[in-house]
């Protein structure tokens, strides 16, 4: 869903989008979001794209590995400038204003694009479906969130399936 930025008018645009996209590229299409944006023009080619994606991404639990969905509310504030504002040079030094700047080419920007981004950005770098997780058992692998397994945790390591690496490495 490409937009001409020469149609764009001067009072901006404003998109209500409810989709499908493929947030992780694997190929399909299964993360629904809803986004509310406003697209207005800030003259000399520059593009100001506010608004608000919400979503429930399907991530993976990092100590459990149990699948949940997590809650995304973003707010969006992007300011758009044509890769031609930049220097003709094969090496750019950008300025402090460009820094917070995406760059589009051409005459359309993919507005899917900066909603996935942007969800991306809102994802928590340690996914955990509850601060509370107790997580796999070292020794067997069950999930402690579902019952206890029973296997007895040294401190030491000497019940841990790596423990058979310490007597390798004394030899």
Known sequence: MALNIHEIPPEGLTLELAEKLDLFTTGAATTAFAAALT?????GGLLRMTGRVRSDVMLECSRCLEQFACPVDAELSIDLAPVSSLGKGPEQELGRAELDMEFYQGDEIEPLE???EQLLLALPMVPLHS??????CSVCGANRNAADCGCREDLRGETSVFSVLKNILKK
Do not use: H, N, S, T
Not at 39 to 43: L, S, V
Not at 131 to 136: A, E, R, S, T, Y
């Open 39 to 43: 697209i207005k023009p800030a003259g």
């Open 114 to 116: 900066f909603i996935k």
């Open 131 to 136: 601060p509370d997780c107790k997580g796999l």
